[in-house]
């Protein structure tokens, strides 16, 4: 019923630059909040970027003041730009919707995932 699909990753030498992005698509009302989260070999998944309600972010430590997350709500489209890049940030990037939409009845507000984006970092 919703889906995210997630594009830019690939390979890129220390210090470049990538743009990933995730476009939500499916039976949906409103996206209340998208975000980025990414697992390297052998580590949990964790927080890259969030975006809330198009303009509250939220970003990890790790990537603070080398990235930033957009919005497009007229495209239903999330990006992240990422700058800098450095070994540490290879991983496989997921994009994250927190979606509200009517299930007959029932409005309800539920957690999505796409299948995630390589990066890789290396020289």
């Known amino acids: 019923q919703v889906q995210l699909v997630e594009s830019g990753g690939g390979s890129v030498q220390p210090g470049g630059s990538l743009r990933l992005s995730c476009a939500a698509s499916?039976?949906?009302?409103?996206?209340?909040?998208m975000g980025w989260y990414r697992q390297a070999p052998g580590k949990q998944r964790e927080l890259v970027a969030t975006?809330?309600?198009?303009?509250?972010?939220n970003y990890g430590d790790s990537v603070k003041g080398r990235s930033t997350i957009t919005k497009d709500h007229a495209k239903n489209m999330m990006y992240l730009q990422m700058n800098s890049l450095k070994a540490e940030d290879t991983g496989v990037y997921y994009c994250?919707?927190?979606?509200?939409?009517?299930?007959?009845?029932?409005?309800?507000?539920?957690?999505?995932w796409g299948q995630g984006t390589q990066v890789t970092v290396s020289s």
């Open positions: 994250n919707a927190e979606i509200g939409a009517w299930r007959g009845v029932t409005f309800r507000t539920e957690d999505y």
């Open positions: 499916g039976n949906f009302d409103r996206i209340y909040a």
């Open positions: 975006i809330r309600n198009g303009v509250s972010t």
